[in-house]
């Protein structure tokens, strides 16, 4: 499977308004319907960071880079948003 056909989840990362300004990242696509509200009302709240998709099929890689982007950022290291992007490219649709 592969193009427009592969299965995306869209994701964003922020900065929370609370929990002393903790970065987090939602996966819009993976929220089951008890915690769709919360989750978006959160990201909503925090500062936009960085959004787009990550491909299905390398969902697990992808999550594991943004783990490390996420406690880099939480450590108190900037990093720019294209930065970002250059990290994730290999887990995001072309």
Do not use: C
């Not at 900065?15 to 089951?32: K, M, S």
């Amino acid at each position: 499977m592969s193009g427009e056909y592969e299965k995306r989840i869209m994701f964003e990362i922020y900065r929370e308004a609370t929990d002393h300004g903790r970065y987090r990242v939602v996966y819009f696509t993976e929220l089951g319907e008890h915690e769709r509200e919360t989750e978006i009302s959160n990201a909503a709240r925090g500062d936009h960071i960085f959004d787009g998709f990550i491909l299905s099929s390398e969902r697990w890689q992808a999550k594991q880079a943004m783990d490390q982007i996420l406690d880099r950022l939480n450590d108190g290291g900037l990093i720019d948003p294209r930065a970002i992007e250059d990290e994730l490219r290999p887990y995001m649709p072309r």
